[in-house]
């Protein structure tokens, strides 16, 4: 199967998953995942239509996307890894969607960027349900108070993100954090992978984020 059919394939997936659970069929946006794929891949995913990317690091994105802008005016990039401070900038200049603000520290150097004149782009949380210490984000318990210094700070908060533990039956996170979302009123949950997108759109994820179903297995970097 092609990636023009995968993408065909999994896209008729979510959409079945959507209205099996009583919601619109395009009520879930397919982010392909686009890390560490060779070049190739990521055109032809571009070719079969695809606008919507996920990337984990700053410079990678940077070196994959900044000149294709030019010619593909409807692209929309989510930023889906850990994010430095030091390489804030960087991100809000390239990305559409961070996903991954998860910290007080980052919190602070993105609302520096919005007084300097940055336009931010469109913001989540991500919530380490799992509370492992290993893993970004912010733990359950804390995230009120995150919340609570984002809107202190000026940052709009459109929604959560979280990456299930390996082991763990995925459902309990997503539901899990489809709990916080309506108790914070956010509108926004990113969650559901290659394995458990389906799951995930039956829990209420309005975007999933697929990478190996779709291009197929990671290229490691040489």
């Given at each position: 199967m092609d990636i023009s059919q995968r993408i065909a394939e999994i896209t008729g997936r979510i959409k079945q998953s959507a209205q099996a659970s009583g919601r619109p069929e395009n009520?879930?946006?397919l982010v392909a995942?686009?890390?560490v794929q060779p070049e190739e891949r990521i055109q032809a995913a571009l070719d079969a239509g695809q606008r919507v990317f996920g990337e984990n690091r700053v410079q990678e994105a940077q070196n994959r996307w900044a000149a294709r802008r030019a010619n593909y005016r409807d692209l929309c990039l989510h930023?889906?890894?850990p994010l430095q401070t030091n390489k804030a900038e960087d991100a809000v200049d390239l990305f559409d969607v961070?996903?991954?603000?998860?910290r007080p520290k980052l919190v602070q150097a993105l609302a520096a960027l919005a007084r300097a004149g940055?336009?931010?782009?469109r913001l989540l949380v991500q919530v380490n349900t799992g509370e492992e210490p290993q893993?970004?984000?912010?733990?359950?318990?804390?995230?009120?108070?995150?919340?609570d210094l984002c809107t202190r700070e000026g940052l709009t908060i459109e929604g959560l993100m979280c990456i299930p533990p390996e082991h763990e039956e995925p459902a309990l996170h997503f539901a899990l954090l489809a709990k916080l979302a309506k108790r914070?009123?956010?509108?926004?949950?990113?969650?559901?992978?290659?394995?458990?997108?389906?799951?995930?759109?039956?829990?209420?994820?309005?975007?999933?984020?697929?990478?190996?179903?779709?291009?197929g297995d990671r290229v490691a970097p040489a």
């Amino acid at each position: 199967m092609d990636i023009s059919q995968r993408i065909a394939e999994i896209t008729g997936r979510i959409k079945q998953s959507a209205q099996a659970s009583g919601r619109p069929e395009n009520a879930v946006s397919l982010v392909a995942v686009s890390k560490v794929q060779p070049e190739e891949r990521i055109q032809a995913a571009l070719d079969a239509g695809q606008r919507v990317f996920g990337e984990n690091r700053v410079q990678e994105a940077q070196n994959r996307w900044a000149a294709r802008r030019a010619n593909y005016r409807d692209l929309c990039l989510h930023l889906i890894g850990p994010l430095q401070t030091n390489k804030a900038e960087d991100a809000v200049d390239l990305f559409d969607v961070i996903e991954t603000v998860d910290r007080p520290k980052l919190v602070q150097a993105l609302a520096a960027l919005a007084r300097a004149g940055h336009k931010l782009p469109r913001l989540l949380v991500q919530v380490n349900t799992g509370e492992e210490p290993q893993k970004s984000g912010v733990i359950p318990g804390d995230l009120p108070a995150l919340l609570d210094l984002c809107t202190r700070e000026g940052l709009t908060i459109e929604g959560l993100m979280c990456i299930p533990p390996e082991h763990e039956e995925p459902a309990l996170h997503f539901a899990l954090l489809a709990k916080l979302a309506k108790r914070h009123r956010l509108g926004v949950l990113s969650m559901g992978m290659s394995g458990d997108f389906e799951t995930a759109v039956r829990l209420g994820a309005t975007h999933v984020r697929v990478g190996s179903a779709l291009f197929g297995d990671r290229v490691a970097p040489a």
